[in-house]
Structure formats: structure tokens, C-alpha cells
């Protein structure tokens, strides 16, 4: 992973492994699932982090 | 891979909102990667952002439009199987309504069907959430 994305997955989709460590990151939602197929069901899981001051409703 | 159903399921979460591992069971018994959903009573059902539902091929029956806090956006209905909790301890639902939209919101387990199904507790001090089924 490109060092300098390393702390900031704000608003981004992310691959998390069993560690909670992020191993892959796209603001593309499509992008990780992609990625996420590579492992199998339960050794990741994808998450979008969110903007700590950003409130949600739809 | 060997899922064993349960009736209650008990979670820890490390970010601020309570999040809840779900997955979603396709057509041909496949499954999606685990995914992470929002826990949302104020969502009266689950939502997902229309490129989930494209991926794997979802269909999708147009609704009206939604008016959300980003603007008017574009639904649709889908039904769906869904498994909350990680693979080998989850709670089944089947042929669920869920609503996707056209903007790019996070997963959102709102009321319809895990708030009417289950006892839901969130433990906000201690970041623990416990389900538990009827």
C-alpha cells in the first residue's frame, strides 16, 4: 500500500484482514469487492470508514 | 463453508458507530465477502449503495426517489438473503426487502428486519452489541 495513504481512509471503502489492519483501500466500492474475492469468506471483511464529523442519513 | 445458525450473536466494535458483520447469500449459494453495516434504528431498513447491488447482480425494482441529507437520489427495491454475524455463527434472513441507492452511502442495517426480529443491545460504553433471535 502506498505509504502516504496510510492515514487517511476517511470516506474511502476498505479491506480489513483478521488483524483490523487495512490491506487495501478504494473510494471505489467495486474495487474492494473485487479485491475481497481473493480471500476467503470471513479472512476479510469490507468496511467504508466514515468522516468522523460527517452525519449520515437517508 | 459450514455456517451454523444461532439465535444470538455477540459483537465488539472499534469505531465510534456500532458496526455489524453481515454477508449476502446469492443466488447460487455463493456468498459476498464479509461486509460491515452500520446499526441504524433511525434507517427503517437495510440499505446498500447501488454498485454493491450491481456487482452482484441484484435486481432491482425502481422506486421513487429518496430525498437524503446529500440531495434526491435515485432507488430501488431488491430482495435478497442475508446472513448477519461472521460465517460460522450468523443469524439467516431470507428473501428480504432492502432499499439500494444510487449514492455511495455506507451499509445501513436499519429496523426492517433485524430490529423487529431481535432483541438488538448496544453498549456503548463498552462497544458491545448482543443480538438475539425470537
Known amino acids: 500500500m502506498n505509504?502516504?495513504?496510510t492515514n487517511n481512509f476517511n470516506?474511502?471503502?476498505v479491506l480489513i484482514n483478521k488483524k483490523n489492519e487495512v490491506i487495501f483501500s478504494s473510494k471505489n466500492v467495486k474495487d474492494v469487492l473485487k479485491k475481497g474475492k481473493e480471500?476467503?469468506?470471513g479472512e476479510v471483511k469490507i468496511e467504508k470508514k466514515l468522516d468522523p464529523k460527517s452525519c449520515y442519513f437517508y | 463453508m459450514k455456517t451454523r445458525h444461532t439465535n444470538s450473536l455477540a459483537f465488539s466494535y472499534t469505531e465510534p458507530l456500532p458496526m455489524i458483520p453481515l454477508r449476502f447469500i446469492l443466488k447460487n449459494?455463493?456468498?459476498?465477502?464479509l461486509m460491515v453495516g452500520i446499526l441504524d434504528s433511525g434507517s427503517n431498513e437495510i440499505a446498500i449503495p447501488l454498485k454493491i447491488a450491481q456487482e452482484y447482480n441484484f435486481e432491482l425494482n425502481k422506486r421513487p426517489p429518496s430525498f437524503t441529507a446529500g440531495g434526491k437520489v435515485q432507488s430501488f427495491?431488491?430482495?435478497v438473503n442475508i446472513n448477519i454475524g461472521i460465517p460460522q455463527k450468523e443469524i439467516e434472513f431470507k428473501n428480504i426487502e432492502i432499499c439500494v441507492l444510487d449514492t455511495n452511502i455506507p451499509i445501513l442495517v436499519g429496523i426492517y428486519p433485524l430490529f423487529l426480529d431481535c432483541k438488538v443491545s448496544i453498549d456503548g460504553l463498552n462497544?458491545?452489541?448482543l443480538l438475539l433471535k425470537n
Request: charged share 35%.
Open chain 2, 127 to 129: 462497544k458491545k452489541i
Open chain 2, 29 to 33: 449459494n455463493e456468498s459476498t465477502p
Open chain 2, 77 to 79: 427495491s431488491s430482495h
Open chain 1, 39 to 41: 480471500f476467503k469468506i
Open chain 1, 3 to 5: 505509504k502516504n495513504d
Open chain 1, 11 to 13: 470516506n474511502k471503502w
